[in-house]
């Protein structure tokens, strides 16, 4: 069974950073498109971020290019969003997905072509 469970989300002001975890159980993550998405109130959800477990070939959503980074660490089978220069727009229940990485390619943002999600976590970024 497969399993995503983020953390390490919060409220913090604006300019500070936080860093989210997404731990993945029941499956290795070689062959998936590993990516968050976000979804503020009233709004659709979004890409931020995909990394692709086979090759590392990693996307960004325009908005948040040079403030987030996408990682990973194979041992954990956990894969990491550092967001710094947080804005209040970046306010969001942040998502991790996996989807199998041959089908998504460079459609990353795409939501319904991912199979499995976590439960969510909240970032507030607020003074």
């Known amino acids: 069974q497969v399993q995503l469970v983020e953390s390490g989300g919060g409220q913090v002001q604006p300019g500070r950073s936080l860093r989210l975890s997404c731990a993945a159980s029941?499956?290795?993550?070689?062959?998936?498109?590993i990516t968050w998405f976000r979804q503020a109130p009233g709004k659709e959800r979004e890409g931020v971020s995909c990394?692709?477990?086979?090759?590392?070939?990693?996307y960004y959503k325009d908005s948040v290019k040079g403030r987030f980074t996408m990682s990973r660490n194979d041992a954990k089978n956990t894969v990491y969003l550092e967001m710094n220069s947080l804005k209040p727009e970046d306010t969001a229940v942040y998502y991790c997905?996996?989807?199998?990485?041959?089908?998504?390619?460079?459609?990353?943002?795409?939501?319904?072509?991912?199979?499995?999600w976590g439960q969510g976590t909240q970032v507030t970024v607020s003074s």
């Open positions: 997905a996996i989807g199998d990485v041959y089908g998504i390619g460079s459609t990353w943002d795409v939501d319904a072509l991912y199979d499995y």
């Open positions: 029941g499956t290795a993550l070689d062959y998936y498109a």
């Open positions: 990394m692709h477990g086979n090759d590392d070939t990693t």
